[in-house]
Nanobody, 121 residues
Framework: VQLVESGPGLVKASQTLSLTCTVSGDSITTNNYNWIWIRQPPGEALEWMGAISYSGNTYYNPSLKSRVPISRDTSKNQFTLHLSSVTPEDTAVYYC??????????????WGPGTQVTVSS
């Protein structure tokens, strides 16, 4: 199973950041797996942002809920994070992952390599 994040490396404050995770080696509709977005700001811990289940149910970090809808395209085997109204505090390395758990920052499942996103003020 491989996951690869893609998206802009630099965005301006107040814009919407869209990051896509492309999955190979498994289907995002495979039973009992969840597809997760996690980020790590510089010098900080990993933060769980949200997840979309194999059935399409979505779950969000309450601190981000209104800003971070997650969608999916099953025909492309991709899921996408849409982070609105970004600020420099959203600068981080963003990871997508597959896990049986919905909420996790443990590297027990498959993770993408991560993509650096910088928000300019």
């Amino acid at each position: 199973v491989q996951l690869v994040e893609s998206g802009p490396g630099l965005v301006k404050a107040s814009q919407t950041l869209s990051l896509t995770c492309t999955v190979s080696g498994d289907s995002i509709t495979t039973n009992n797996y969840n597809w997760i977005w996690i980020r790590q700001p510089p010098g900080e811990a990993l933060e769980w942002m949200g997840a979309i289940s194999y059935s399409g149910n979505t779950y969000y970090n309450p601190s981000l809920k209104s800003r971070v809808p997650i969608s999916r395209d099953t025909s492309k085997n991709q899921f996408t994070l849409h982070l609105s109204s970004v600020t420099p505090e959203d600068t981080a390395v963003y990871y997508c992952a597959r896990d049986r758990l919905i909420v996790t920052t443990q590297r027990n499942g498959y993770w993408g390599p991560g993509t650096q996103v910088t928000v300019s003020s």
